[in-house]
């Protein structure tokens, strides 16, 4: 197989879902709704047991052996699975042209950009990953984004400017915003992001949920400040790599078993 079989597939699957999700009314989406979530926006299961879902892992798992092939590996080797790259593909998909008002057609050009990203995403061998928190009681003295060694700070404006700053650093994410996302008022509120590269993206992620919290107890101890964390997406720069996930903190630490996941 070649990376011609992987677009094929991807188009293949592309297809099949947009009859699936026109017959169920989830598409065509609103234009401020357009950023769909499985579990959420439409049922998994609808999808997974397609023919064309079924070929696209094939795919994926026969060209990217080292990537998705079911089999023991040591400990600390990262094994990716083909299923939410199926997702992501077509969640992106329906993204992009709900945004540019076009119609759902899986051999238009901004499918094929959609399935040009995965493909590229899929020849990386490293993965640059972003972790943002939503803190409370923290700013800037400027009221400006500023950057701290590994680790940026920025103010928030106001909820949409919020929202609007998570979309663009992980254009994923925007399907867990909006009315989604947790609410959290101890103005004033900042977002604290860090970001990294490398082949484990999921183990990258915790490596940088790490220094987010090391910076926070940094903050707490010099101005003996009350700051916590309210809520984290962390992702991929890419939709179709590792996708978004997203946290809503307790009061408690990040490592506390109150610490939940969604999405």
Known sequence: MTEHDVRLAARELVASSFEVLREQNVIPRPRWSAHMRVGHDYWGPDLMFLPAFKRFEEVLTTNYPDRFEDRIRPFDEYQDLPTPFAFHLIEA??????I????FDAASPVVNGCIDELVAS????????????VVTHVTTRSGEAVRLGDISITPERGRSDLDRHIGEVIPSAQALLGSNAPFVHDP?????????????PYKEIESLRGKL????????????????PGWEVAG??????CGRR??????????????????
């Open 93 to 98: 998909a329906v993204a992009e042209l709900t």
């Open 122 to 133: 899929l020849a990386e061998d490293s993965f640059e990953v972003v972790c943002l928190w």
């Open 188 to 200: 004033p509120l900042s977002v604290i992001e860090a970001r990294g590269t490398g082949p484990q």
């Open 100 to 103: 540019r008002e076009e119609v």
């Open 213 to 228: 919290d090391s910076f926070l107890l940094l903050v707490r101890l010099i101005f003996a400040s009350t700051t916590q």
């Open 236 to 241: 991929s720069r890419l939709p179709a790599l």
């Open 246 to 263: 997203h946290h809503h903190f307790s009061r408690n630490t990040p490592t506390d078993p109150a610490y939940g996941e969604a999405g």
